[in-house]
Every structure is written in structure tokens, then in C-alpha cells.
């Protein structure tokens, strides 16, 4: 899957895509691909990195990365809009939020749109754009926190048995279970 990096926010209405040239170290793509390298190793399910590239333009560059695809997958937010979800799968998506937090994983997008499930039951996490690996604290928390709004907004038109604290406790049981 090869994917452009872009702007978001205010950064965006300046450069849809250059970023500040601070060092081929420093590169946005390179960062994605040895956290995704590392995590992959770990057994976690990521998509496994295949290139990354940057093109230098003076004292900005622009970058992309192409990570594996994930077959017969959807978004969890896609889920949520086509029916309400087990209790199993709740707890399978906490289960992966919680290994990737018990592995350090800071995801710097923790959201609906970037977990997604295979037709198996399976669940895998993209976009590791700005995410890094940290120390316990109070980052898994807020990642929980944005999580939580996430599926709030994905669902706020749905019916109410999309997400309901019902489903939140699920998930929230079966993360501590493991955390």
C-alpha cells in the first residue's frame, strides 16, 4: 500500500506536503518504517514496511511509504456503520490496543479509521505516522481517551447500539485483562 505523506491542520494550508529537512535520519517514512519493522518483529499486528523514500527539495522534502497490503480487511469505523459489532470483537480490538501499549507503542492517531478487521475476526493497526515507542505513562491514556472520541464521532448519527458504555466496558475489561 503506498501511501503519500501529507499536511493536516494549519501546516496544511502552507504545504500540502513538505516537511522541514532536519536529516535523512529524521525523515517521516524512514521513522514509520523502523517502527513498523521493529513492531513486526515483535509479532504484532502491523502491516510489514517494503520501501520508503524521500525526495529532498533544498531545506524541505516530501516522502511516501509502501507498507504490506492487509487483504479483506475494513476500517473499524466502516464496521461500525454497517452493524454493531460482538462483544468478541471488542475485546479482540482491545486485546491489540493493549499489546501494542504493553510493547511501548505511543500511536501518535489512535483512532477508528486506522484499526481494522479481516474477515477472520483478526485485527491489525496502520498509520504509525509520529508514533514511538515510550516508557509507561500517561500517553496510553490519552490514546485510549482519543480512541474513545473517535468512536463517539464515527457513531454519533448511528443507532445507539453501535457503541454504547456497554461496549466501551467490554473493551475496557479485556484491555486491563492484558495491560
Known amino acids: 500500500m503506498l501511501r503519500h505523506y501529507r499536511r493536516g491542520g494549519l501546516m496544511a494550508r502552507v504545504s500540502r506536503d513538505l516537511y522541514w529537512w532536519n536529516g535523512e535520519a529524521a ?3 524512514f521513522a514509520e518504517w523502523r517502527l513498523l519493522e521493529f513492531l513486526a518483529s515483535r509479532g504484532l499486528p502491523v502491516p510489514r514496511p517494503v520501501a520508503a523514500h524521500y525526495h529532498r527539495l533544498g531545506f524541505t522534502y516530501r516522502c511516501d511509504l509502501i ?5 479483506n480487511t475494513r476500517s473499524l469505523s466502516e464496521a461500525l456503520k454497517a452493524a454493531a459489532l460482538a462483544e468478541k470483537s471488542w ?7 493493549a ?3 504493553r510493547n511501548g507503542v505511543d500511536h501518535a492517531d489512535l483512532n477508528a479509521h486506522n484499526i481494522l478487521l479481516d474477515s477472520s475476526g483478526g485485527v491489525s493497526v496502520i498509520d504509525f505516522d509520529r508514533s514511538r515507542v515510550r516508557a509507561p505513562g500517561g500517553w496510553q491514556r490519552r490514546n485510549l481517551q ?3 472520541r473517535s468512536l463517539l464521532k464515527v457513531t454519533h448519527e448511528l443507532p445507539p447500539e453501535r457503541f ?7 473493551f475496557m475489561a479485556a484491555y486491563e485483562g492484558v495491560v
Do not use: F, G, N
Open 146 to 148: 482519543r480512541l474513545h
Open 99 to 101: 499489546e501494542l501499549h
Open 164 to 170: 454504547s458504555p456497554q461496549q466501551w466496558s467490554w
Open 67 to 71: 507498507t504490506q497490503r492487509l487483504v
Open 91 to 97: 475485546r479482540a480490538v482491545a486485546t491489540v490496543v
Open 27 to 29: 525523515v517521516r517514512s
